[in-house]
Nanobody, 124 residues
């Protein structure tokens, strides 16, 4: 069983930065691919970024390429999403999710474990 806890959300002005963390309680966290998703108000949950267990595959949504960076520290059971140059449209609840396997799917149903989410609000 893998439990995921997100942190680091908050209120930031456009152009600012936030650093989200996803920490797992599972001892085999390093074997899981981890994805970050977000759900804007009134919209479906969408893929943001993902990183495979071996870090051999990293994927970003087009909307965040060049602004967001995903990384992981398996020794600390942590995956980090560094978000820079934030825009109003980045406002959403951000979730981390995990799955076994080396690929980085972009669809929600491919992920088994989910955190509770952390709110990110970008204001002008």
């Amino acid at each position: 069983q893998v439990q995921l806890v997100e942190s680091g959300g908050g209120l930031v002005q456009t152009g600012g930065s936030l650093r989200l963390s996803c920490v797992s309680s599972g001892r085999t966290f390093g074997a899981y691919t981890v994805g970050w998703f977000r759900q804007p108000p009134g919209n479906d949950r969408e893929f943001v970024a993902g990183i495979s267990s071996s870090e051999g595959v990293i994927s970003y949504a087009d909307s965040v390429k060049g602004r967001f960076t995903i990384s992981r520290d398996n020794a600390k059971n942590t995956v980090v999403l560094q978000m820079d140059s934030l825009k109003l449209e980045d406002t959403a609840v951000y979730y981390c999710a995990a799955r076994s396997g080396g690929a980085v799917p972009t669809i929600t149903r491919s992920y088994i474990y989910w955190g509770q989410g952390t709110q990110v609000t970008v204001s002008s």
